[in-house]
């Protein structure tokens, strides 16, 4: 099992940056794809971005695609999440997840070991 953990999150004027990580332990990540995700206080959880085991393929939700960018360290076991013009419709706690599925099918389900979540809030 991976332990993962998010930071990075905060408060931030609509059109600011942040930057999220997440570190891995327990075991190395390079060997897994792996996903952002958020959630909204009442909302289901929501896909943001994936990115494969090397870093080759990204995937984005059409709402942030030009605006967040996924990246990965495996020599530091850790992903991140760029996050630039941000928007209030962009507040939500940000989780991070290994995905256990080789289809991306961008849904809760395809993941695992999910981290605690930062919560990133964007003012207008």
């Known amino acids: 099992q991976v332990q993962l953990v998010e930071s990075g999150g905060g408060l931030v004027q609509a059109g600011g940056s942040l930057r999220l990580s997440c570190a891995a332990s327990?075991?190395?990540?390079?060997?897994?794809?792996m996903g952002w995700f958020r959630q909204a206080p009442g909302k289901e959880r929501e896909f943001v971005a994936d990115i494969t085991w090397s870093g080759g393929t990204t995937y984005y939700a059409a709402s942030v695609k030009g605006r967040f960018t996924i990246s990965r360290d495996n020599a530091k076991n850790t992903v991140y999440l760029q996050m630039n013009s941000l928007k209030p419709e962009d507040t939500a706690v940000y989780l991070c997840?290994?995905?256990?599925?080789?289809?991306?099918?961008?849904?809760?389900?395809?993941?695992?070991?999910w981290g605690q979540g930062t919560q990133v809030t964007v003012s207008s």
């Open positions: 327990g075991r190395r990540i390079s060997s897994y794809a």
């Open positions: 997840a290994r995905r256990r599925t080789v289809v991306v099918g961008k849904v809760p389900g395809d993941y695992d070991d």
